[in-house]
């Protein structure tokens, strides 16, 4: 044999052998392989169900365009750890009113440690349970779920038993979200050619589940379905320190007698309290009725809840109100809820049930607006009362009038109130 054929031979050996070790593996754009090994898929890391918990709608799932489908489910924490979801499926084709509930649990296969990897099984139905991974979520906006309902010996899953959904949060999908999901679908082996878009005709007709007892808030928390405001959970594990910074109110539902809040700056003292400063407008346009308010918001001593505070306003001879933190992810938006007073079964009086819709930036995603309203909902407060706070006056509040080198500035008022209390007490 001649050295040519050696080398052709010895090449052709190692080629058969690399082929063997990538069985099971998928070019990726000539550069690498990726593994098409189910068990070899990235899911998402440090998965937390209390934060996926709440409703999602679903906008894209791959293979054929269904007749019957899932488009909003909501998922709730059971006492248990197990995450219930209930959904309604709708079909066009049978008209919207056809649609019918669909409730099922997902949990965590025994032994495994990848809180992500969870196995969804319908509630009452005889089949077998089926995977539910999170793929990607960032809990707010927009998830990737992925399922394979049977694979091959080699581990790979067949095409027709790969299931894909993209969820968001409101009922439609930002572009950069779509092509975030979609840049993922190729480490899981799915062509983005096999995404359909679910039908949004029946929307208006799926209302709430029926079947969903108790309501949870997106950070874990358990809303009872009697609406007690005792009942209601706020935000666990809050951290001060994250939430300190400039915050601008976006929506708010506090009465017509109240000057609109639109710009408040937090800073800790050193009882580790919030000193909250805020420009206040009279009403829309009349920014130069602008004035200030300066309060302290704390953690009553009876209350072990670091998000359950109360706002007390500096120099004034008011009661403190209720500070609830129901929500925040530090960056962008925050929920927060009061209740003044409460009727004699527990439940806030509508009159005296506020909250405030707060962000970051002086304007506020839809997907974001969406999630606390759906959180709002769920504490049984009527989110059409809410008004939108004016945005006219922004260059004059601030949020650099707030702030001076780094300390609060203390507003003319409130040395006012306390001379006028000085007076009184002589």
């Known amino acids: 044999?001649?050295?040519?054929?050696?080398?052709?031979?010895?090449?052709?050996?190692?080629?058969?052998?690399?082929?063997?070790?990538?069985?099971?593996?998928?070019?990726?754009?000539?550069?690498?392989?990726?593994?098409?090994?189910?068990?070899?898929?990235?899911?998402?890391?440090?998965?937390?169900?209390?934060?996926?918990?709440?409703?999602?709608y679903t906008i894209s799932q791959s293979g054929e365009a269904p007749t019957s489908f899932h488009r909003r489910s909501h998922y709730s924490l059971q006492e248990n750890g197990v995450l219930a979801m209930t959904t309604r499926r709708v079909s066009p084709q049978n008209g919207c009113a056809s649609g019918m509930e669909f409730v099922a649990?997902?949990?965590?296969?025994?032994?495994?440690?990848?809180?992500?990897?969870?196995?969804?099984?319908?509630?009452?139905?005889?089949?077998?349970?089926?995977?539910?991974?999170?793929?990607y979520t960032d809990y707010v906006d927009h998830a990737l779920v992925y399922s394979c309902s049977q694979r091959n010996e080699d581990g790979t899953c067949p095409e027709d038993r790969a299931r894909v959904w993209f969820l968001g949060r409101a009922g439609t999908l930002s572009v950069d979200a779509r092509h975030h999901m979609e840049s993922l679908l190729s480490g899981l082996c799915v062509e983005v050619s096999r995404m359909q878009?679910?039908?949004?005709?029946?929307?208006?007709?799926?209302?709430?589940?029926?079947?969903?007892?108790?309501?949870?808030?997106?950070?874990?928390?358990?809303?009872?379905?009697?609406?007690?405001?005792n009942d209601i959970h706020t935000m666990a594990n809050f951290d001060k320190n994250q939430y300190t910074g400039t915050w601008y109110v976006i929506s708010h539902l506090q009465g017509d007698i109240y000057p609109y809040h639109r710009i408040s700056h937090?800073?800790?003292?050193?009882?580790?309290?919030?000193?909250?400063?805020?420009?206040?407008?009279?009403?829309?346009?009349?920014?130069?009725?602008?004035?200030?308010?300066?309060?302290?918001?704390?953690?009553?001593?009876?209350?072990?809840?670091?998000?359950?505070?109360v706002l007390k306003p500096f120099?004034?001879?008011?009661y403190g109100e209720d500070y609830w933190v129901i929500?925040?992810?530090?960056?962008?938006?925050?929920?927060?809820?009061?209740?003044?007073?409460t009727n004699e079964d527990g439940t806030c009086k509508a009159e005296a049930s506020h909250a405030w819709m707060m962000s970051r930036d002086p304007t506020l995603t839809p997907a974001a607006r969406s999630h606390m309203e759906m959180l709002l909902t769920e504490m049984c407060v009527d989110?059409?009362?809410?008004?939108?706070?004016?945005?006219?006056?922004?260059?004059?509040?601030?949020?650099?009038?707030?702030?001076?080198?780094?300390?609060?500035?203390?507003?003319?008022?409130?040395?006012?109130?306390?001379?006028?209390?000085?007076?009184?007490?002589?």
């Open 1 to 56: 044999m001649s050295a040519k054929a050696v080398v052709i031979c010895l090449l052709l050996g190692l080629l058969s052998g690399v082929q063997s070790a990538a069985h099971g593996r998928l070019k990726n754009k000539g550069v690498r392989t990726r593994s098409c090994v189910v068990t070899d898929f990235q899911v998402h890391d440090d998965f937390d169900v209390q934060r996926y918990v709440g409703t999602w």
């Open 266 to 309: 937090y800073t800790l003292d050193e009882q580790n309290s919030f000193r909250m400063l805020t420009h206040r407008i009279t009403s829309p346009g009349e920014c130069s009725t602008a004035w200030k308010f300066e309060g302290q918001a704390y953690n009553p001593d009876t209350s072990e809840t670091t998000s359950k505070l």
């Open 383 to 426: 989110v059409s009362r809410l008004v939108d706070t004016p945005h006219e006056c922004d260059e004059l509040l601030g949020p650099e009038s707030l702030i001076d080198q780094g300390r609060i500035i203390a507003p003319l008022h409130v040395f006012l109130w306390r001379n006028v209390l000085k007076v009184l007490s002589l």
């Open 327 to 341: 929500y925040t992810d530090y960056t962008d938006h925050a929920l927060i809820y009061s209740c003044r007073e």
């Open 197 to 229: 878009d679910i039908s949004t005709g029946c929307d208006a007709e799926l209302g709430v589940p029926t079947s969903v007892e108790a309501m949870p808030h997106a950070h874990g928390g358990m809303v009872s379905s009697t609406c007690l405001v």
């Open 315 to 318: 120099g004034m001879p008011v």
């Open 105 to 135: 649990e997902a949990h965590v296969p025994e032994g495994s440690t990848t809180p992500s990897k969870l196995l969804l099984q319908p509630r009452g139905v005889p089949v077998p349970a089926e995977d539910y991974w999170v793929i």
